[in-house]
């Protein structure tokens, strides 16, 4: 039995939130607090006066250049961002909307399993975002995110509330339908009175509308619970400690464990620019989605997603997609690893590289069927449907690509002991 712990989130360094639903303290002078009833604003309104507050996040990891967004959340440089645009920095810089850089920030809080961190930089009498109070949010009230996307700082995209969800891991996300973008993440997403009620989390390419935040009044605890000022290396080496901790005997049951993998695969999402390979191109952006189809019991269907957008020498703009469908009997897996994977040698920007996870069996057993749509069809491959031996998601962060692979092991043998006989 593979022993994992890839969902667990318990140590002393992640600082959860006890209760979401409570309001901020008026104690707490560094931190924002609700005011009353206020007007709607309209979006220009809201861009205003929430752009100062947003700022950009940059730096470097072994995988090359990291971006997100954050927003100030007290005047003395407390900034709310997610967990994974910060976990694998070595070095950090924050860009307030003014231009002014800061070279460097300390960790004050994490929560890992709602992807929630709280940074700090040494500023004073900063412009922070005033927080609003997401437990009053209803469906289809408009909300505005602020990010800065391919580092864009300040750009604004307008939509409403489509649900409150649950996200499988005990907690709420909101879904709205306002564009979300590479570099949005850590960003607020803001209510008609110009209050952050989430933090953009992540997209889901698969299906339009499908972008998320978690709800800023989880914030509220980190905020509550701030631990002493930690280095980038510490909290990564808490994070580490963590999960080794977490790794006891036994596991969560299939169940679970197929939620879980439902709810983590569409987080593999990696974009990037190239020089293109297309006769005539100039220049590809591509956008690839690890996507899920059905997990029926100890069946899979996942796959990947792949959009294309080529800029032609005569300055014409056409469109491709490719997606590969896979479909593995879990109890049939053998084996699995992660590597580093280079998107393309010639990067303009996005993410050069990923992490490729690959889950293996002993023969061909693994169905993989291909589509693909676009001016460029003709060059892709023949064989719309084969069997391998292998079946690849693709993520932009290590942890979360090593997690997935422990739940699919995992998965393996829970199905191996619960259906012995063959396939």
């Known amino acids: 039995m593979v022993k994992v712990g890839f969902f667990l989130a318990s140590a002393a360094l992640v600082c959860l939130a006890q209760d979401p639903s409570r309001t901020p303290k008026n104690t707490a002078a560094s931190q924002p607090a609700m005011t009353g009833q206020q007007a709607a604003l309209t979006t220009a309104e809201i861009a205003k006066r929430v752009s100062p507050s947003v700022v950009v996040i940059q730096g470097k990891a072994e995988s090359g250049g990291v971006l997100g967004s954050g927003f100030l959340v007290s005047k003395d440089g407390k900034i709310v961002t997610n967990l994974h645009v910060i976990r694998d920095m070595k070095s950090a810089t924050v860009q307030l909307r003014g231009g002014e850089i800061f070279d460097s920030l300390s960790v004050r809080a994490v929560d890992e399993r709602r992807d929630l961190a709280v940074v700090q930089i040494a500023g004073f009498n900063l412009p922070a975002l005033e927080l609003g109070n997401s437990d009053t949010l209803t469906v289809g009230e408009p909300l505005v995110i602020v990010g800065s996307p391919r580092g864009l700082e300040g750009t604004v995209t307008a939509g409403i509330l489509s649900s409150v969800r649950d996200s499988g891991e005990g907690f709420k996300v909101l879904q709205t339908d306002a564009s979300v973008n590479p570099g949005n993440s850590g960003g607020p997403l803001v209510n008609s009175k110009g209050q952050a009620v989430g933090v953009v989390s992540f997209k889901l390419l ?30 990564r080496l808490g994070l580490g400690a963590k999960s080794a901790a977490n790794d006891g005997s036994g596991g969560p049951s299939l169940k679970v464990t197929l939620d879980w993998l439902k709810e983590k695969i569409p987080m593999g999402i990696t974009h990037w620019v190239s020089s293109s390979t297309a006769p005539g191109g100039l220049m590809d952006s591509h956008s690839r989605q690890s996507v899920v189809w059905s997990f029926d019991a100890c069946t899979a269907e996942f796959g990947t997603v792949n959009s294309l957008v080529i800029t032609l020498k005569t300055d014409q703009v056409v469109e491709a997609s490719g997606t590969t469908h896979f479909t593995v009997a879990l109890g049939r897996l053998t084996g699995a690893s992660v590597a580093r994977w280079q998107n393309a040698k010639v990067i303009y920007g996005g993410e050069e590289w990923s992490y490729k996870l690959s889950l293996s069996t002993s023969t061909k057993e693994i169905r993989a069927e291909y589509s693909f749509t676009g001016r460029f069809v003709s060059q892709m491959p023949t064989k719309p449907t084969e069997y391998t031996d292998t079946a690849v998601l693709y993520f932009n962060d290590e942890s979360v690509a090593q997690r997935v692979k422990s739940a699919f092991l995992h998965a393996a043998d829970l199905c191996r002991s619960e259906r012995p006989e063959p396939f």
């Open 206 to 235: 698969s299906a339009e509308g499908l972008n998320f935040a978690i709800p800023v009044n989880y914030v509220r605890g980190l905020l509550d619970s701030l631990h002493e000022p930690m280095t980038l290396e510490q909290m």
